[in-house]
């Protein structure tokens, strides 16, 4: 399991829907360089192995995001 938590300036639960969208960035970021792809990475190299990822957030006070993976990995077509 890991956890990552910030003390941001978190943000609302229908923005929380789209984090993990290909090329979704929050409005409030968009004089921040980046291409909205990052998150979207890490949910499906997560997914790949397993694994699921969580988000809580709470405006004014930050985010954390919960990564779990399980004990016995899936493996593919050539056991790996």
């Not at 956890?3 to 984090?19: H, N, Q, W, Y």
């Not at 997914?47 to 954390?64: D, F, L, P, Y």
């Amino acid at each position: 399991h890991v956890r990552v938590k910030d003390s941001g300036s978190g943000m609302e639960a229908s923005e929380v829907t789209r984090l993990f969208q290909r090329f979704s960035r929050l409005a409030k970021h968009g004089d921040i360089p980046g291409t909205g792809l990052g998150l979207f990475v890490v949910k499906n190299v997560v997914g790949a192995h397993g694994g699921a990822i969580g988000v809580t957030s709470q405006v004014g006070v930050g985010t954390t995001f919960d990564i779990s993976f399980p004990s016995d990995p899936p493996g593919n077509e050539r056991g790996e």
